[in-house]
């Protein structure tokens, strides 16, 4: 009888604090040890914007399989000279495909796949019909059998995420979910095998704005005028994940977990 398999998915990871409350729930709580394969959102990672060498090291320490990403990953401009290096670490596929890094990773039994979103967000190469070509070079080039197809969507619209989900599912993906928003949704289904939900959510500080300083934010939306944001560091911190359970590539079960650590941190510096 074949194993079921269980993955978790973390949330957009907002800075130190974000980074903090991984490390709490992964290692000091040893929830590592009941995954067969973890991935995580890293594109906000280090100060809020990005994701630094130091950081990705970090972040991989504590357990993490694969790192997945979006619109944010090029904000530490030192991701342009280890990215290439980076085994774990994927952006969005439909970039041009004349940058820097991959946007897919095929592991033992998992492939995941990394796109980003049309609406609302930069000009980016189609993610439908990026997927589309990817799944028809992965069926002829390497077989796809009864690998796990996991696709991170970086997008704004929950209309457009969940018209990608179905399009994704009819090219064989094993589930999507959406990251982006930070805000976690309620809409966590099963969908003949196939495992979806809006938005993971995100690890960071509750007392922010989406991981971010409410003040900056605040006077942002009331100015208008670009704020420079600062990372939340007021506790309690959560994690934002979901845990998918399948047998073979069919998904049985999606459930959001939710974590709390209460522990007050530093405040974050750029380095």
Request: proline share 3%; charged share 25%.
């Amino acid at each position: 009888m074949q194993k079921d398999f269980k993955i978790l998915f973390i949330g957009d990871i907002v800075g130190r604090c974000g980074r903090n409350v991984v490390e709490k729930f992964l290692t000091d709580n040893n929830k590592k040890s009941e995954y067969d394969f973890i991935i995580a959102n890293v594109e906000n990672a280090s100060h809020g914007f990005g994701l630094t060498k130091k950081n990705y090291e970090e972040l991989k320490s504590y357990g993490i399989d694969c790192m997945t990403s979006g619109n944010h990953i090029w904000d530490k401009k030192d991701i342009l000279s280890y990215i290439d290096e980076a085994e774990i670490l994927i952006r969005p596929y439909n970039y041009h495909k004349s940058t820097l890094g991959v946007g897919y990773r095929i592991f033992d039994n998992v492939i995941v796949i990394n796109l980003l979103g049309k609406t609302f967000m930069p000009p980016i190469d189609c993610p439908f019909v990026a997927l589309e070509e990817l799944m028809t070079n992965l069926k002829s080039s390497v077989g796809l059998g009864d690998k796990i197809i996991i696709v991170d969507f970086h997008a704004e619209a929950t209309a457009e995420k969940q018209c990608f989900a179905r399009y994704a599912f009819d090219l064989g993906v094993s589930a999507v979910l959406g990251t982006h928003t930070h805000v976690p949704t309620a809409d966590e289904s099963i969908l003949n095998g196939h495992a979806y939900i809006s938005d993971v959510g995100f690890c960071g500080s509750k007392a922010g704005v989406i991981g971010m300083d409410y003040q900056a934010s605040l006077r942002r939306l009331v100015t208008s005028i670009n704020e420079r944001f600062d990372v939340e560091m007021t506790p309690p911190y959560v994690l934002n994940a979901c845990e998918i359970l399948f047998s073979g590539n069919c998904a049985k079960s999606i459930k959001r977990v939710s974590f709390e650590y209460n522990e007050q941190g530093e405040r974050e510096s750029e380095d």
